[in-house]
C-alpha cells in the first residue's frame, strides 16, 4: 500500500463567549489530494475515503487472483493436490484481513468520538461517522464476496475430487472383476493338478496325462454350475408347498 497519514493542528477560539469554535489550521497529509479542507472532520473524512479507495484496490487484486484459481481449478479437474492447500491459504488471508479492518474501524471511530468530544464543530460527529460506516460496509462486502468465493471454490474443488475417487474406485473394481474371472478359470484347473500332485496309491501306475483335461474340464464345469445356482437360482424362506405344521 505504502504509508498514508495525515495531521493538523487545532486553534482555540479567541472569544468563547461569542459562540466561535475551534478551528484547524496547518494541515499535513501525504494523501494524494492538494486541496485545504475546510476543518478537521473535512480532512478526516478524506482520509478515510483514501483508505477505502486503497482497501478496494487490493479487493479488486484479490478477486484477479481467486479468478486465476478458477481457471487452475478447471484446467487441474480436481487433480491437482496443490489446490485445496492454496484456497485455504486464501480463506485464511481474507479473515486476517477482515480482523485488519476491524482494527482500523474500532480505530477510527474511536478517534472520532474523541475529536468530537474535544474540538466539536457543528454536524462534525455525524459526518465522521457517516464515513466511517461507509468505508467499513463497503469493504466488509467486498470481503465477504471474497470469502464466499472461496468457499465456493472450495466446495467446487471437494466434489470434483470426489467425483475423480469414484471414477477410480470404479476402474479398481473393474481390474478385481476381470481378476475374479481369471481366478475362476484357473482355479479348477490348479485344483485338479493338485490332486495329480499327490502322493496316493491311487497315482501309483501313473495314469495318462488325459485324466487331468477330464478332471479339470470337470471341475470347471461343476464351478460355472454352482455360479450358476448362486446367481440365478430363488432361495425361499417360507414353508415348501404342501407341508403340514405340527
Not at 486553534?11 to 463567549?17: A, K, L, Q
Not at 487484486?61 to 492447500?85: F, V
Not at 469414484?166 to 484347473?189: D, E, G, M, N, V
Request: include cysteine; aromatic fraction near 12%.
Amino acid at each position: 500500500w505504502g504509508k498514508c497519514g495525515i495531521a493538523w493542528t487545532m486553534v482555540s477560539p479567541t472569544r468563547p463567549t461569542d459562540g466561535s469554535c475551534w478551528k484547524s489550521i496547518d494541515h499535513f497529509s501525504t494523501l494524494s489530494y492538494g486541496w485545504i479542507p475546510d476543518n478537521g472532520a473535512d480532512f478526516f473524512t478524506l482520509f478515510v475515503q483514501t483508505l477505502k479507495e486503497k482497501w478496494l484496490t487490493l479487493c479488486e487484486l484479490a478477486e484477479e487472483r481467486l479468478s486465476k484459481r478458477r481457471l487452475d481449478q478447471l484446467c487441474a479437474k480436481g487433480d491437482s493436490p496443490n489446490l485445496i492447500h492454496h484456497l485455504a491459504e486464501d480463506a485464511q488471508e481474507w479473515a486476517k484481513l477482515r480482523s485488519i479492518l476491524r482494527g482500523q474501524v474500532r480505530a477510527a471511530k474511536s478517534f472520532a468520538v474523541e475529536y468530537c468530544s474535544c474540538y466539536d464543530q457543528d454536524n462534525g460527529s455525524r459526518v465522521m461517522q457517516e464515513a466511517i460506516d461507509c468505508f467499513n460496509t463497503e469493504v466488509s462486502d467486498q470481503i465477504s464476496q471474497l470469502e464466499q468465493t472461496v468457499k465456493d471454490l472450495l466446495q467446487f474443488e471437494f466434489a470434483w475430487v470426489s467425483i475423480n475417487e469414484a471414477h477410480r474406485s470404479t476402474s479398481i473394481a473393474t481390474s478385481i472383476k476381470r481378476l475374479s474371472w481369471i481366478t475362476f478359470i484357473f482355479l479348477p484347473a490348479m485344483f485338479a493338478s493338485s490332486l495329480f500332485g499327490m502322493n496316493v496309491d491311487i497315482l501309483e501306475t501313473n495314469p495318462d496325462w488325459r485324466w487331468y483335461l477330464l478332471l479339470g474340464s470337470g471341475f470347471l464345469a461343476l464351478t460355472v454350475l454352482g455360479w450358476l445356482l448362486f446367481k440365478y437360482g430363488q432361495v425361499s424362506d417360507g414353508p415348501l408347498p404342501n407341508a403340514s405344521l405340527y
